[in-house]
């Protein structure tokens, strides 16, 4: 029988296992972050419910809703969706974008971020190689993807999410598979306390709040990932990935200037930036400091 060895080094059995994976994660990915801020819109009720005492006859009634429960369907006519219809990418086609009961159409997202979450998980693995490092970030991939849509849709970043992703972090680099764990463990302070202190700076000087909590626990967490070296990078690349998305929004779209632009995107592009060419960014920004 072939060894798991043997199975990381034949290319032509390795990306193809990853993209399937990939595309399954994917799918569920649609599920996250759909359901995830349901899921806490329906917490937080429940905890102001329970601060204020309110009876229970006056209390908000609606289904309780989990990352497993109830089924998914259509939102227009509440077709429960078939395991077939349900194939990653390859039953959007098939239904021609559309539901099979009432013919709606369904949204191209759904098999944008599963094709996504594909694309991405093979060139990390092809740049990092089929080790633990290339297949633990995987994780830190998923999500960063995750995340990155949440924010956008919602402008929150779960505590669900953030936290054990910055705890998981610190465990991997502590047996040191992306780095090594006093990297690791400066890179998670640091990256949490420099937002933090922009935040409060930010809200002294212009008494308004310029980013939510969740930028804070992010970067934290990619500093746990990634090691301290590499926060300034990716603090540097994600301003100006912003500015310039942040700029062709306000150029192109319309955007209005007092409309909140989420930062957690560009926190997670440029993470997964130096997750993949962190090496090269690391010897670009020690050159530069050294003139």
């Known amino acids: 029988m072939p060894t798991l060895q043997a199975f990381l080094s034949t290319s032509w059995l390795l990306y193809p296992a990853v993209i399937v994976l990939a595309l399954c ?16 819109e329906q917490d937080w009720r429940c905890q102001c419910e329970e601060f204020l005492k309110l009876p229970e006859k006056q209390r908000k009634k609606s289904e309780k809703i989990n990352l497993s429960y109830p089924n998914s369907t259509c939102p227009k006519c509440g077709h429960e969706i078939k395991p077939w219809e349900n194939i990653p990418v390859i039953s959007y086609l098939l239904l ?20 996504a979450t594909a ?17 633990w970030a995987l994780l830190l991939v998923w999500a960063l993807i995750a995340l990155t849509v ?10 669900s999410i953030t936290l054990p992703l910055l705890w998981l972090g610190l465990i991997l680099n502590y047996f040191g598979i992306l780095t090594d764990f006093t990297s690791a463990f400066w890179g998670a302070i640091f990256g949490y306390l420099s937002l933090w202190s922009v935040y409060w700076l930010f809200k002294l000087v212009t008494g308004k709040e310029g980013m939510g909590h969740g930028d804070f626990k992010l970067l934290g967490a990619l500093g746990a990932w990634l090691g301290w070296q590499l926060l300034p990078a990716v603090i540097l690349l994600s301003s ?17 200037r007092e409309v909140p632009i989420p930062f957690g995107p560009y926190l997670a592009i440029a993470g997964l930036l130096a997750l993949w060419f962190g090496p090269e960014i690391q ?4 050159s530069y400091l050294r003139g």
């Open 119 to 135: 694309i991405l998980s093979v060139f990390t693995v092809y740049l990092l190689g089929a080790t633990l490092e290339g297949l």
């Open 240 to 256: 100006v990935v912003g500015a310039v998305i942040g700029l062709s929004l306000i150029a192109f779209k319309g955007h209005g």
């Open 25 to 40: 994660i994917g799918s569920f990915l649609n599920v996250v972050i759909l359901r995830l801020p349901k899921m806490m």
């Open 283 to 286: 010897a670009l920004w020690f």
């Open 96 to 115: 021609r974008g559309k539901c099979s009961s009432c013919k709606t159409s369904i949204s191209a997202r759904y098999p944008f971020i599963e094709a």
């Open 150 to 159: 949440i924010d956008f849709d919602t402008q929150l970043l779960p505590d």
